[in-house]
Structures are given as C-alpha cells and as structure tokens.
C-alpha cells in the first residue's frame, strides 16, 4: 500500500527523486520515513517527515537529500542531490498509523564514479 518509484542508475554529483505513494486505502498516516540498504550492509534510516511537517536526516545525507511531501497527493519524495556511489543501495520508504507500520517495496538507486 505505499508504492516507491523513481530508482535508477545516475553519475557521482548527479541528482534523483524518488517518490513513495500511499494508498487510498490507508489513512490517517503519521511520520514518514525513508530508509536504505546497501549491499552487505544493514538498513538504515535516511529521513523522516512527521505530520507537522518536521524533517530530519542522517548524518550522511543531511544537506544533500531533502524530504517534501505533497499531502493532497499523498505522496512524499526523497529528494537527492549531490549523489556519491556510497548512496547506492535499494530505497525503501516507511510510513505510520496508530494501528500498523507500512513499508513500501524498494527501489534500487545506483550511484557510478
């Protein structure tokens, strides 16, 4: 019910957005959140933006990714500029209601030198 899109392969010092789409169906969302892994790595969390409209970000990432969100799309991207090859990995956005958490299906990025 949250559908990611908008991975693909880029050049060092290129740009990307992606894009994660909620469903109709579920409503009432809180904080969303953009997570990544990389090859043999574990997940991890990249940016988050709560209802509010307050964002945060990963050390690595802070001043490069942005989050805005469209709320009468229902949408929310992930911003990403600046882009370095250690930013390839498989992006999966992640959102919240009282009831369940949500995880969208990832979308790789790869990032070339």
């Known amino acids: 019910q949250l559908q990611a899109s908008g991975g693909g392969m880029v050049q060092a010092g290129g740009s990307l957005r992606l894009s994660c789409a909620v469903s109709?169906?579920?409503?009432?969302?809180?904080?969303m959140r953009w997570y990544r892994q990389a090859p043999g790595k574990e997940r991890e969390w990249v940016a988050i933006?709560?209802?509010?409209?307050?964002?945060n970000y990963a050390d690595s990432v802070k001043g490069r990714f942005t989050i805005p969100r469209d709320s009468a799309e229902k949408t929310v991207y992930l911003q990403m500029n600046t882009l370095e090859p250690e930013d390839t990995a498989v992006y999966y956005c992640?959102?919240?209601?009282?009831?369940?958490?949500?995880w969208g299906q990832g979308t790789l990025v790869t990032v070339s030198s």
């Open positions: 992640n959102g919240d209601t009282v009831y369940k958490t949500y």
């Open positions: 109709g169906r579920i409503i009432d969302i809180k904080a």
């Open positions: 933006i709560t209802t509010s409209g307050i964002m």
